[in-house]
């Protein structure tokens, strides 16, 4: 190897001046990250201005960041890194319940609401009761569970987005199983929408053909003592974007029912979710 840095070289030439004392885990995810940040660029042939068109985006996610709005994460999910990080994190037995993306919509601390109670507080959409337990992997149920659950409105935005507009803590709530397992509340059947696009991802998504769309879902992180915490949702299964979801977070095992029996007042979602052990 020469001293200097060369086409052929790249790789080896930027790796080789890491210090011998960084942290070993630092050392792998860095060297193989500029294996294939060279890589690419070495497959692609990228040019001058495709390298500054790069630049020019990044900047712009960055700028566009702020305490509400995380551009960089909205990137990772429609580029479907979200999605491989998680599944690579979360491999699980089966029957146990799958993750998705976490999405950046959930809010701290909601409050703590009696079983059966209603979570929609500005009294639009479609009523729809969600019930279920959690369980173990062998069917035992979990007490002190928390069922922490947040939903778009009917009109397809989070009460973050529109503080001026929806209650506050319209469509969240957290329910805590008793030691029956068993969770129950009322919401609205979901509705899908399109995650924020009036930013330099909607701009890439729109250079891709991709529209910004996901399909209807009700969101659930659920946490219980000694268990690994499950971060998914449950999605309305004849959405029009339901394999077409477009930060991929959607699994076959997370299609639920939605029932509307004839004469009812409200939908019915039941869904079960299965822990797994710590
Ligand atoms: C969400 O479902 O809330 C969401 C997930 C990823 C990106 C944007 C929104
Ligand atoms: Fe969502």
């Known amino acids: ?26 050392a792998t995810v860095m060297a193989a990250l500029i294996k294939h940040l060279h890589a690419f660029a070495k497959e692609t042939e990228l040019t001058q201005e495709e390298w500054e068109f790069g630049i020019d985006f990044l900047t712009k996610t960055g700028q566009i960041c702020s305490g509400e709005r995380q551009e960089f994460i909205l990137l990772s999910d429609v580029l479907g890194f979200s999605m491989l990080v998680d599944a690579i994190n979360n491999r699980r037995p089966a029957g146990a319940t799958e993750n998705t993306v976490f999405g950046p919509f959930h809010v701290a601390d909601a409050p703590i609401r009696q079983m059966g109670e209603c979570i929609s507080l500005d009294g639009k959409g479609e009523s729809c009761r969600f019930v279920g337990r959690v369980i173990d992997v062998h069917g035992e149920p979990i007490e002190g569970a928390c069922v922490d659950v947040w939903s778009d409105n009917s009109d397809g935005f989070y009460d973050v ?105 409200e939908w019915r979602s039941p869904f079960d979710f299965v822990m797994v052990a710590e």
């Open 161 to 265: 987005q529109q503080p001026d507009v929806q209650p506050k803590w319209n469509n969240r709530g957290r329910f805590m199983t008793k030691s029956d397992g068993a969770y129950e509340f009322v919401g609205i059947k979901p509705v899908s929408y399109p995650i924020p696009d009036d930013g330099p991802v909607g701009k890439m998504l729109g250079s891709l053909g991709r529209h910004p769309y996901r399909p209807a879902h009700m969101h659930f992180m659920v946490t219980a003592p000694g268990f690994k915490t499950i971060v998914t949702h449950t999605f309305v299964g004849d959405d029009p974007y339901i394999t077409d979801d477009t930060v991929f977070g959607v699994k076959e095992t997370l299609v639920a029912p939605f029932e509307h029996i004839k004469g009812d007042t």
């Open 1 to 26: 190897m020469t001293k200097y840095f060369s086409e052929e070289g790249s790789v080896q030439a930027v790796n080789a001046r890491m210090g011998p004392e960084i942290n070993p885990r630092l």
